[in-house]
C-alpha cells in the first residue's frame, strides 16, 4: 500500500470522526420508513449517521471511483487508479458535509 493511500485513508478516518462529532449537534428530526419520527438525538438517529457517514459515503465513493477510472490518466491502467480515484471522491465528500456541518453549526 502506497504512502499516499495511507494518507488517504487516515483523512477519510479523521473527517469521518469530526463528521459524526459535528453531526451530534446539528442532527434534526427525522422520518424511518414507517412514518414515525426519530429525534436527532436518539440512538436510531446516531446509529444511522454512524452507518451513512463510515459506510455509506465510501460505498457511494467506490462506485464512482469505478466510473471515473475509466477515463485515460497518465496511462496508468483501470485497476490502479479505482482505489486513489474512490478514496479522493470520498475525501471531497467528507470534506464538504464538514464544510455544511460546520456551517450549520456556527449560523
Request: glycine share 10%; with cysteine; net charge positive.
Amino acid at each position: 500500500m502506497s504512502s499516499t493511500i495511507k494518507k488517504q485513508l487516515f483523512a477519510i478516518v479523521i473527517l469521518a470522526i469530526l463528521n459524526f462529532l459535528v453531526s451530534t449537534f446539528t442532527a434534526g428530526d427525522g422520518r424511518d420508513l414507517a412514518g414515525h419520527v426519530v429525534e436527532g438525538q436518539s440512538e436510531a438517529m446516531r446509529g444511522a449517521t454512524i452507518r451513512t457517514l463510515f459506510f455509506g459515503i465510501q460505498l457511494i465513493s467506490f462506485l464512482l471511483g469505478l466510473l471515473l477510472a475509466l477515463a485515460p490518466y497518465k496511462g496508468k491502467p483501470y485497476k490502479m487508479k479505482v482505489v486513489p480515484f474512490s478514496l479522493t471522491i470520498a475525501i471531497c465528500l467528507q470534506s464538504a458535509l464538514l464544510i455544511m456541518g460546520g456551517i450549520k453549526l456556527f449560523l
